[in-house]
């Protein structure tokens, strides 16, 4: 099993504030892979310099053995590198297929071949399409985004994420917000993605039972730094994390 993400010392403070403070850590092609702490503790804006929102001040990250220093999030997301965001990133106005086909856009590649625009309309249609059938979205392809329940707008989110064909894909609290069965459907279409499409996972999570239960490993973060790297069944008996974060009740 290769690694198909090295994080390596990453730094990154705003105005004083250390959000990252030597980060290092990797994720293995495959897993689904947790990044767990307090509130404050860097996930997002690890998630950030990962997907190339934010340069960090030092340290590299690696992504299928390529440093991504200087790219682009459109360049990563073109690489395989996607993403979703904390709330919501959708198009309200917009239809939920027309939102999933832009995500589908990124997968298709205009050159080369160039395809006639009606060939390449036909098959981002026709992919979008298999991703909406997948996350059972297909009866809402035609009402806007923004009128779906929330659960299922963060499915769209998601959707439009998968439809890029990420080899990697970051996930920001894409649980949070969702009532019990929401977020067991969307657990499954996760790992249904990662069985069938080949995706590695790495999530920043809240919900601890979700991520004891399905990560393969995870990341804890605390004030910018790791406080624990490794498999979920040990990390609720790691001392500093109980200190840290868990607390001892
Ligand atoms: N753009 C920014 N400008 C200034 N400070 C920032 C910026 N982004 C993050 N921070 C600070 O960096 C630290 C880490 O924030 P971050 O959003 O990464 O935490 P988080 O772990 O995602 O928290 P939460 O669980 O609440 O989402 C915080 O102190 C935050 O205030
Ligand atoms: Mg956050």
Known sequence: MSAILEAKDLHLS????????????????GEFFAVIGPNGAGKTTLLNVLSGVYEPDKGQVLFRGQNLRGKSPQARARMGLGRT???????RGMSVLDNVKLGAELALPTYPPALPKAER?????????????YLHLSPFRHAPAGMLPYGLQKRVEVARALAGRPKLLLLDEPMAGLSLEEKQDLARFLLDAREEWGITLLWVEHDLRAVLELSDRVLVLSYGEVLYHGPPHEVRKDPKVVEAYLGHG
């Open 85 to 91: 965001f904390q709330g919501l990133e959708i198009f």
């Open 14 to 29: 705003f105005k004083g504030v250390k959000a990252l403070a030597g980060v290092g850590f990797h994720v293995v092609e």
């Open 121 to 133: 309309e036909w098959r981002l249609r026709a992919w979008a399409e298999e991703v909406l059938d």
